[in-house]
């Protein structure tokens, strides 16, 4: 059973237009929502976090929005760039010990930036 | 500080083989979690090690263990190889919640 569903599964936009990925979860235990980017060859690497007592945190061109009710969250790329070229994984995961160890991840959305 | 690093980052093994793979953490982390990639299934959580003791499992079989030592460094093994085990395997390290992942290493299983 796939706890954390993502969409869509690829993605292409123009240079200076808005990038948006949905993801949404069953899990109510879920207390910690990161979204990860990947470029190939490399591990993912952490954007943008949020937890469910805020329904937006912004950093630079990312977005996170989050709707607690509908069990959904998504991420904005505002003014995306072709650098921005790569895989989006949103990911979800329960307090243990005070770490977020145990993430459990979306598919994954590959989005391509044209020029 | 320097990165997660992994060891070795490629690996050909042949089925019914045993590997080991390595992971060295970020100096300071306690946290290590190890996640499987493959293209089918994405990336998905085998296990987290903290303080040398295993924290969470995912849902993997048996043939899939690790450990953590004391200063926090980790290996994973996977005995006899399937050919669906061929992967990317990936290591993280935390001090608190953010998850800071290495290179991985690829498996090739024959």
């Known amino acids: 059973q796939q706890q954390v569903k993502q969409s869509p599964q690829s993605l292409i936009v123009q240079k200076g237009g808005i990038s948006i990925i949905n993801c949404a979860y069953e899990?109510?235990?879920?207390?910690?929502f990161p979204w990860y980017q990947q470029f190939p060859g490399k591990g993912p690497a952490l954007l943008i976090a949020i937890r469910p007592d805020v329904s937006e945190k912004k950093e630079g061109r990312f977005t996170i929005s989050f709707n607690k009710s509908a069990k959904q969250f998504s991420l904005h790329i505002m003014d995306s760039q072709p650098g921005d070229s790569a895989t989006y994984f949103c990911?979800?995961?329960?307090?243990?010990?005070?770490?977020?160890?145990?993430?459990?991840f979306g598919k994954g959305t590959k989005l391509s930036v044209k020029p | 500080k320097a990165g997660v690093t992994q060891t070795p980052r490629y690996l050909i093994k042949t089925r019914g083989q045993q590997v080991t793979l390595s992971c060295s953490p970020i100096?300071?982390?306690?946290?290590v979690s190890w996640y499987q990639q493959t293209p089918g299934q994405g990336l998905q959580f085998l296990f987290e090690y903290f303080s040398e003791t295993q924290r969470n499992k995912g849902n993997f079989p048996g043939r899939f263990s690790g450990r953590q030592f004391s200063n926090s460094r980790s290996e994973m093994n996977v005995s006899t190889l399937e050919l669906g085990d061929s992967a990317l395997y990936l290591c993280a390290s935390s001090e608190k919640e953010t998850q800071y992942f290495g290179p991985g290493t690829r498996l090739l299983v024959l």
């Open positions: 100096s300071g982390h306690r946290s």
């Open positions: 990911a979800a995961s329960t307090s243990n010990g005070g770490s977020q160890g145990n993430l459990i």
């Open positions: 899990n109510t235990a879920f207390d910690y």
